[in-house]
């Protein structure tokens, strides 16, 4: 009796070829460039953040204990920073436009480029806020009042980062970081 089996042929077994293993580098490459660019502006984005909430709870402390004054009060607060250095804190207002910081009359807003040193003084602070191992950032923080009656005034508080703690200057992101504005009526 004959083997009607015919014999396995047995088919040449290849590996991957340079040119596909190159490929598959480059796609490798990419893809993890892609993320290096994904974490990078999440570092950056998460750091705008602590700085956006560290301004506006500065500009809200600073409201709220203006605030509390009455009207017609032309009391002065003290505000201490973590440096030590104590702010005194200008709560008398005047007719509109106020008096303080510059307000852009478009916006409402206290103007920035105004010139720190043209801000009457108690009217505006740089504030050092404390970070973590001797780390921290300085806060440009201006305000202005406007009375409104005898017993009412608007009260607008800015507050911006304006530089790092031990820094020179503002780093070139600071520079389009939009400021933090609050403002509430006040009165008795």
């Not at 500065?58 to 201490?80: E, I, K």
């Not at 001797?134 to 017993?151: E, F, H």
């Not at 520079?175 to 504005?181: A, D, E, G, V």
């Amino acid at each position: 009796m004959q083997n009607s089996a015919k014999p396995e042929r047995r088919q040449a077994q290849r590996g991957m070829s340079m040119i596909e293993l190159m490929i598959s580098i480059v796609v490798l490459a990419v893809g993890m460039a892609g993320l290096m660019v994904l974490f990078g502006t999440a570092a950056m984005t998460n750091s705008r953040s602590k700085n956006d909430t560290t301004a506006t709870m500065l500009a809200q402390t600073v409201l709220d204990q203006m605030a509390a004054v009455p009207a017609n009060s032309n009391a002065t607060l003290t505000v201490t920073d973590c440096s030590g250095t104590a702010h005194t804190v200008a709560t008398t207002g005047a007719a509109s436009p106020g008096a303080g910081a510059s307000i852009d009359a478009t916006t409402g807003n206290v103007d920035f480029t105004q010139a720190y040193s043209g801000v009457p003084a108690n009217y505006a602070m740089k504030y050092t806020a404390c970070g973590p191992n001797g780390q921290g950032a300085v806060y440009d923080v201006r305000w202005n009042v406007i009375t409104m009656t005898s017993n009412t005034r608007m009260i607008t508080v800015s507050a911006r980062q304006s530089t790092i703690a031990g820094g020179t200057g503002a780093t070139q992101a600071l520079l389009y970081m939009q400021p933090i504005t609050l403002r509430t009526i006040a009165g008795m």
